[in-house]
């Protein structure tokens, strides 16, 4: 029955309205991915080799083996950006007469089937299969590869059970990112280290390849805990409750701002309940944790390396600006004709989108104040980016929205999804990381980094203060353009 569960998969695929239409597009990702698959591969193949050149004298298994942690942490945040909950797959069986458990089954072996499951294999696998066997013997390899792969057994079935389990209650979704930010920062300020506990522990392995039993624990029982979750709460009824219990949820604080409030509500319900928005606000998540590759000493240390710290204040703090921007009024194609046909008032719609976008920048830019920790310089460079980035940034993404005439599938996975990408998105792109950097850049390196800050930030207050008049000038724009969108959006 599972074999036959997926082999619809397989043709629901191909038999799809939209198979033949999609065909060059699923082409086109398959030689991508299949390019990143061949890269790994022999980044794999040549990592001895440059281990050797890079620590020369040094044992490179040891500190390859430093490494190994590194790489899964960053795999379970990939994972919870990237990877979908394959649950409507089983929405029209649910009905038939198939047995829950094998419902449940084919549900964890369907989630099996993503690159993030192929790609430890074709990175760890090379080196322990040449270096690995040399030094330590083959039984010695053959126990890392098998760590390796309940390791990311666990790593999945982990992932689809606090994702699972985020939708029941948001508190979970709090404790996952206190929990990641915590190891990031622990590690960072060294007060623990993933590479040293990484290199003892499979050092370890290696020693003794008994030990793989651990792993192999842990990658069985994060599939029995998924297993058993799902054979609970799969059932038609709840589900059906699920939606209905979604659908009636409100934001009655939000009503108190009168219909842009109500707007604002309408637009954090459609990027809550669809795949790629969710995506998107997933994705500006996860980013949040990009300011620990920048902020360290090497940075920090060289005054005239704040021009390049610039980047990752503006992207920190605008991230959701420059992703949900993009497509900001694509977001309604399905219902735009509905919208556009009501009684709505056009200036409170373009308020809604700057106060959803001062808010959700505003939070992003308290929770990456932490950085300040490190020093009180990141503080100055991110409140810069955070106040060009509501100030300016927004005005130039709704202005670049409204040439956007691509309709957008909702509900169509984000991963690897390129509908709706048009020259209007490479424009945008450019323009809001380009257009700052050039303020920023000869003021930073002929006068001070400060005097730049003051700069851009200036310019992101100014514009803030003026937000009333772009308002205007923006529903002018809008309503220029708005019947080009209605035409645009009805091609599906």
């Not at 409030?261 to 997933?282: H, S, T």
């Not at 803030?464 to 353009?481: A, D, G, N």
Request: one cysteine or more; aromatic letters at 18%.
């Amino acid at each position: 029955m599972i074999l036959t569960l997926l082999s619809h998969q397989w043709k629901s695929f191909w038999r799809g309205r939209n198979a033949a239409r999609s065909l060059a597009t699923q082409i086109f990702i398959g030689l991508l991915i299949a390019y990143l698959m061949a890269s790994i591969l022999f980044a794999g193949l040549a990592t001895g080799h440059i281990l050797n050149k890079a620590f020369p004298g040094q044992d490179t298994v040891r500190i390859f083996c430093g490494f190994v942690l590194y790489y899964f942490f960053i795999d379970i945040l990939l994972r919870f950006a990237m990877q979908e909950l394959p649950v409507l797959t089983i929405v029209p069986y649910l009905g038939q007469n198939i047995r829950r458990r094998q419902m449940v089954s084919f549900l964890n072996i369907r989630s099996l089937f993503h690159f993030l499951n192929l790609m430890p294999l074709l990175f760890f696998a090379p080196f322990a299969c040449t270096d690995m066997a040399v030094h330590s013997g083959k039984l010695a390899a053959a126990a890392f590869i098998t760590a390796i792969v309940f390791i990311m057994l666990f790593n999945n079935f982990l992932i689809l059970y606090v994702k699972r389990r985020t939708i029941i209650n948001v508190w979970w979704l709090v404790g996952f990112a206190v929990v990641m930010i915590g190891i990031m920062t622990l590690d960072f300020f060294h007060i623990i280290s993933l590479s040293g506990w990484s290199s003892k522990l499979f050092v370890a392995l290696l020693a003794k390849p008994i030990l793989a039993i651990v792993p192999v624990v842990l990658g069985l029982a994060a599939w029995f805990n998924n297993y058993r979750f799902l054979l609970t709460n799969l059932y038609l009824d709840e589900g059906a409750r699920s939606e209905k219990e979604k659908s009636s949820r409100e934001y009655s604080w939000l009503q108190q701002l009168g219909l842009t409030g109500e707007l604002i509500a309408l637009e954090i319900k459609l990027m809550l309940r669809n795949k790629r928005p969710k995506y998107i606000v997933r994705l500006s998540a996860l980013f949040m944790f990009y300011g620990f590759v920048f902020y360290n000493k090497h940075y920090l240390s060289d005054q005239s390396m704040y021009i390049i710290l610039f980047f990752p204040a503006l992207f920190l703090t605008g991230i959701f600006i420059m992703n949900y921007g993009q497509f900001l009024f694509a977001w309604h194609s399905s219902f735009f004709d509905g919208l556009m046909a009501s009684n709505i008032s056009i200036p409170a719609f373009i308020r809604s989108k700057f106060m959803l976008y001062n808010a959700i920048s505003t939070t992003i830019f308290i929770i990456t104040s932490f950085y300040g920790l490190i020093t009180w310089k990141i503080l100055v460079i991110q409140a810069a980016g955070f106040l060009y980035n509501i100030g300016v940034n927004s005005v130039i993404s709704i202005y670049l929205a409204t040439f956007s005439y691509k309709a957008i599938d909702l509900s169509r996975s984000a991963t690897f999804n390129y509908q709706g990408i048009g020259t209007v998105q490479w424009v945008y792109a450019l323009i809001i990381i380009l257009v700052p950097y050039a303020i920023y850049y000869p003021l930073a390196k002929f006068v001070s980094p400060w005097a730049a800050c003051a700069v851009i930030g200036g310019l992101g207050l100014i514009s803030l203060l003026m937000q009333s008049y772009w308002v205007e000038v923006l529903t002018r724009e809008f309503q220029r353009r708005k019947y080009l969108m209605l035409a645009g959006f009805r091609e599906k």
